[in-house]
Structure formats: structure tokens, C-alpha cells
């Protein structure tokens, strides 16, 4: 996996870890991400989320890959 996403993706498992969706309800990180476990996950994991997935998708992108992904 590309550096630049590395530290987003640490984030969010950190993020996860601590959610109701994993701690009260014993759910694994992967089932949280699911759409019928959507409302045990803060807002603030789904912010994450996105951000991730924009890196990753930036690292896919063609143009992308020549500039690097923006930096925020």
C-alpha cells in the first residue's frame, strides 16, 4: 500500500477500535463497515472512511499518479 494512505488507514482502524460498534457490541472492524451497522459508527470514522478512500482512489487515478495525491 502507498505511504502517503498508510497513516489514514492507521486512523481509521484506531478510530474503529474505539467505536460502540466494536467495543459494546463485539462486532469485528469489517462488519462495522457494513450498511445494517452504519449507525453504530461515529461520524467521525465515516470522515475517515471517505479520506481513505479518496487516497486510494488517488493512487489509482492516472493523472494522480504523476503529481501525488493532494495534501489537505
Known amino acids: 500500500m502507498p505511504s502517503s494512505c498508510k497513516e489514514i488507514r492507521e486512523e481509521l482502524i484506531q478510530c474503529m477500535l474505539k467505536s460502540n460498534c466494536v467495543l459494546v ?3 469485528t472492524v469489517a462488519e462495522c463497515f457494513k450498511k445494517e451497522h452504519e ?4 461520524a467521525e470514522c465515516q470522515s475517515i472512511r ?3 478512500a479518496e487516497c486510494k482512489r488517488g493512487m489509482i487515478d492516472p493523472r494522480m ?8
Open 39 to 42: 449507525a453504530d459508527v461515529p
Open 65 to 72: 499518479r504523476f503529481r501525488g495525491n493532494k495534501t489537505q
Open 25 to 27: 457490541k463485539r462486532n
Open 50 to 52: 471517505r479520506s481513505f
